[in-house]
């Protein structure tokens, strides 16, 4: 069992049902579990004492769709849009990552979700393309101390393929055949609207399993209302289901997941820049749909939560806006709150993980999942006049102090403890050497730079006049 740990005189975001937001308080860890939580609470006299003073202690964040394996691809694709995104990954590169591709893509995001206070991510895993890889996935999450789920996928064959395969089933058995705490499993693959529904031989595996499905649903120019339909049909709408977008749908399709209690994971930052769909909170708040937040990939974006509250709190209200604009109409009250957003990437994780029992929220009973929000040398870290919007608009990853998983300390005083940064560096370095050489210096350039279509400019009827000369 992990030694006692008590976070004095902060400011904590229990977001408990209440949202109870207490000052000056103390987090009580003993046993792994959220002991205590209040003013000048007694603690065991070897516990280790965190100085959480000028600080904001909050529940480990969760993110709840992250293709971890791209990882290796830190930034490459800042530039594509989705469909470079899809010609790279599914038409023409996708097959060469190795198994050590995926174990150091694997690797160095876990490194990363823990250093940004994300205790739990789920692996939207669709490199699976054989059961080699996804040993190598499992064997990089468990390496790394933090919670994960890993979301079996293998976007190189169609679903009813792999997950009816008996490789498949039997690496489910092997390493998934226990009650991990700390290692979830779910199903991930996306459902096309193929009138004859060949998904369906996959949810039934699912079920069988009693595995989640995650799902791009509501992806533009990909999937559709005739997916969600088909699912409904079929009966494979379930509260566990994980709707990864959902920008493009119709109020049918809303409809439809909000009766049958699944959950959407929103990547805000993914959906602006590479055309999913407008993000959807805006209209996922009116059909009272739940929310989780996610950062999709590292392709493009860094797997930190406080970029995703950010970008959700301003694609939300920047909508609400809008739609005003057009009626003539002023927004002077926004729906969306900064509270929303912070729950939304703690709790709205674990209630989307059906994890809402033991994660989430500060506690008695719950899993130590903690973090402290803390920088002392930081200008920006005073005043913390509202918490809420302290952690959506003010914080950053620089910032998280402290980061404590399943009751061990992972990072203090803004270092990570115990893990091997350096070991992590050389596996990535030889993955990037390996796909550079595969693609070759043409290609591989190309990828990055993407053509620049034409800016048409408009017409001014103005002209420049320098001044003095009129
Ligand atoms: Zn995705």
């Not at 057009?326 to 059906?354: C, F, I, S, Y």
């Amino acid at each position: 069992m992990s030694e006692p740990i008590v976070l004095r005189g902060g400011t904590v975001l229990t977001m408990n049902d209440a949202h109870e937001v207490l000052h000056d308080a103390d987090v009580l860890v003993v046993d792994g579990k959220i002991e205590k939580v209040g003013p000048n609470l007694d603690a065991p006299e070897h516990a280790t004492t965190i100085d959480a003073s000028n600080g904001i202690v909050m529940p480990g964040m969760i993110d709840t769709h992250r293709h971890m394996w791209q990882t290796a691809m830190r930034g490459y694709g800042a530039d594509w849009t989705l469909s470079q995104y899809f010609v790279f990954f599914y038409l023409e590169h996708g097959k060469i990552f190795r198994p050590q591709d995926i174990h150091a893509g694997n690797t160095l995001s876990a490194i990363e979700s823990l250093d940004a206070g994300v205790t739990t991510t789920v692996d939207w895993s669709h490199g699976l393309q054989t059961v080699d890889h996804a040993d190598a996935a499992v064997d990089a999450l468990q390496s790394i101390p933090g919670r994960f789920v890993l979301a079996y996928g293998n976007l190189q064959q169609g679903p009813w393929e792999w997950a009816t395969s008996k490789d498949f089933q039997s690496f489910v058995q092997r390493r998934f055949n226990t009650n991990d705490d700390m290692l979830g499993f779910q199903m991930a693959f996306d459902v096309t609207g193929d009138p004859a529904f060949p998904e369906q031989e996959a949810f039934k595996v699912a079920r069988e399993l009693n595995a989640p499905v995650t799902t791009h649903a509501g992806v533009w120019g990909a999937t559709n209302d005739d997916g969600i339909r088909l699912m409904h049909e079929h009966g494979f709408m379930t509260p566990q289901n994980i709707y990864v977008h959902a920008c493009t749908l119709t109020e049918d399709s809303y409809n439809r997941i909000a009766a049958t209690g699944g959950s959407v994971s929103v990547s805000t930052e993914s959906e602006q820049s590479a055309g999913q769909g407008y993000p959807p909170t805006w209209t996922l708040r009116k059909h009272n749909i739940p929310v989780s937040l996610s950062m999709d990939t590292s392709v493009w974006w860094s797997g930190d939560l406080f970029s995703a509250m950010r970008a959700t709190l301003g694609a939300d209200r920047s909508r609400e806006h809008l739609e005003a604009h057009v009626k003539g109409d002023t927004v002077t009250n926004h729906h969306l709150r900064a509270e929303q957003v912070v729950d939304w990437a703690t709790r709205g994780g674990a209630k989307a993980l059906h994890r809402d029992d033991t994660l989430g929220s500060l506690e008695p009973g719950k899993k130590a999942d903690v973090v402290l929000i803390k920088n002392d040398d930081s200008p920006v870290m005073f005043p913390i006049l509202h918490p809420y919007g302290h952690v959506a608009f003010q914080a950053q990853r620089s910032d998280v102090h402290t980061v404590i998983v399943d009751g061990k300390i992972v990072k203090t005083e803004g270092k990570l403890v115990g893990i091997d940064l350096d070991k992590a560096r050389h596996a990535i370095e030889q993955t990037v050497e390996f796909a550079m050489g595969e693609l070759g210096k043409e290609a591989w350039t190309g990828g990055m730079h993407p053509e620049i279509p034409e800016t048409e400019l408009a017409d001014n009827p103005y002209q420049y006049t320098e001044w003095g000369k009129r």
